[in-house]
């Protein structure tokens, strides 16, 4: 069990650019989860998967945000045309469904959009 | 209403006393209720899960659940330094298992 892992750790990209992250669960997890973290506030649903299949996605992801997970292993995030709301903590958190709720977070992008 | 509510702090207490920090959730379906620990910069770190009414103890950590009230609590016990961190409450809900995380409350343990 090597934890969650995400990269890059750190991104910094300006307004207009496409950034995309990556995140590899445990790799015996088939849910996996997107959040986004701003200052003082807390971790904030962005969407999920069960392997490959996207359940669910926050009414919050505008369309310049997508998700995948194409063999149900790794994901990944892109935010097309970046703005500086955009610049926050982007955390991925997988878990078993048989445990369904245990969730083990990875260590975070964190995003500066200048 | 936000789903999950929770005192953003900082709650202050001496090293030795006991925090107690507390979580209420506006959806009555709710399954799951976890506490999560946030250092400043480090992702979140599970340290107490409870799914069922009352307490729910693990070394210096209680967990208490009213669902009727719709009401969680993380009590810590004989508080030290180290456990100065942002707690997170979080619930889970819905046919999708939804995560909802709380702002969470700030703990400031004074040596």
């Known amino acids: 069990d090597t934890g969650v892992s995400q990269n890059p750790r750190h991104k910094i990209t300006k307004r207009g650019q496409n950034v995309t992250f990556r995140c590899d669960p445990i790799?015996?997890?088939?849910?996996l989860y997107w959040y986004r973290q701003t200052l003082g506030q807390g971790p904030e649903f962005l969407t999920y998967?069960?392997?490959?299949?996207?359940?669910?996605k926050s009414r919050l992801l505008s369309d310049r945000f997508s998700a995948e997970r194409p063999k149900g292993s790794f994901s990944t995030l892109e935010i097309q045309r970046t703005e500086q709301g955009d610049s926050a903590m982007y955390l991925c958190?997988?878990?078993?469904?048989?445990?369904?709720?245990?969730?083990?977070f990875g260590p975070g992008t964190r995003l500066t959009v200048t | 209403q936000k789903e999950v509510e929770q005192n953003s702090g900082p709650l202050s207490v001496p090293e030795g006393a006991i925090a107690s920090l507390n979580c209420t959730y506006s959806?009555?379906?709710?399954?799951?209720f976890f506490w999560y620990r946030q250092y400043s910069g480090k992702s979140p770190e599970l340290i107490m899960s409870?799914?069922?009414?009352g307490d729910k103890e693990d070394g210096r950590f209680t967990a208490q659940l009213n669902k009727a009230s719709q009401y969680v609590s993380l009590l810590i016990r004989d508080s030290q330094p180290s456990d100065s961190a942002t707690y997170l409450c979080?619930?889970?809900?819905?046919?999708?298992?939804?995560?909802?995380f709380g702002i969470g409350t700030k703990l400031q343990v004074i040596p």
């Open positions: 958190a997988s878990s078993l469904v048989a445990t369904q709720t245990r969730q083990y």
């Open positions: 790799s015996e997890h088939n849910r």
């Open positions: 998967f069960q392997n490959e299949a996207q359940l669910e």
């Open positions: 959806d009555r379906g709710s399954q799951s």
């Open positions: 409870i799914y069922s009414n």
């Open positions: 979080a619930v889970i809900s819905g046919g999708y298992q939804k995560v909802t």
